[in-house]
Structures are given as C-alpha cells and as structure tokens.
C-alpha cells in the first residue's frame, strides 16, 4: 500500500507560480513512477505530468515548457512546478503512484487560476 497527500494548491493570479508537493508513505520502494493529473467539473481526469524511473519525465502539450515535475527520493516526495499559469490551469489536481501491482491516489489539491 502506498499513501499519498498532496499540498500547495491555491490562488493565483494568471502568470504566476505554484509549486505542488505529493508526500508518500507505505511501500515506497515498490513506486515505479509518479505524475500528477488533474480534473475539472464535468470533465475526465487528464494527465499532467509523470516522472519514472531514474527521472524521465513527460508532460502534456498544454503545459510543456511552464511546468516541471521532480521528484526527491530522500523526502518521498515529488514537485509539481508550475510557472506562467493560466486561468484554464483551474482544476482540483491529484498525484498519483504507481507500482507493478496498482495505481495510488492522493485526494487532490485545488489550483485556482484568476484573471
């Protein structure tokens, strides 16, 4: 079992920066990946970003080049950087952990966008 909590959502105001943690806890070793998604109202989950193995990282389209995903293995804990922020980046925003046998989520952070 893997546990995760996420922290550092807010209120922004569009182009500036907040930087998401993901704490994780249980059976570290087995975490093969890590990424954060995010969802709005009335919409399915999108993956944002992921970082797996020794630090190969992917993004989606939308936010390459304004977002960095890291991740701190002495902390158990992975980053979400996002920088130039937009009012369509406005979601609730979950990390997630996935092992050989399953796919852990945390319950998510909410990332408010304003004009």
């Known amino acids: 079992q893997v546990q995760l909590v996420e922290s550092g959502g807010g209120l922004v105001q569009a182009g500036g920066s907040l930087r998401l943690s993901c704490a994780a806890s249980?059976?570290?070793?087995?975490?093969?990946?890590m990424g954060w998604s995010r969802q709005v109202p009335g919409k399915q989950r999108e993956p944002v970003a992921a970082i797996i193995g020794d630090g190969l990282t992917t993004y989606v389209d939308s936010v390459k080049g304004r977002f960095a995903i890291s991740r701190d293995n002495a902390k158990n804990t992975a980053y979400l950087q996002m920088n130039s922020l937009k009012p369509e980046d406005t979601a609730v925003y979950y990390c997630?952990?996935?092992?050989?046998?399953?796919?852990?989520w945390g319950q998510g952070t909410q990332v408010t966008v304003s004009l």
């Open positions: 997630n952990a996935v092992t050989h046998l399953n796919t852990y």
């Open positions: 249980g059976s570290i070793a087995r975490i093969n990946a």
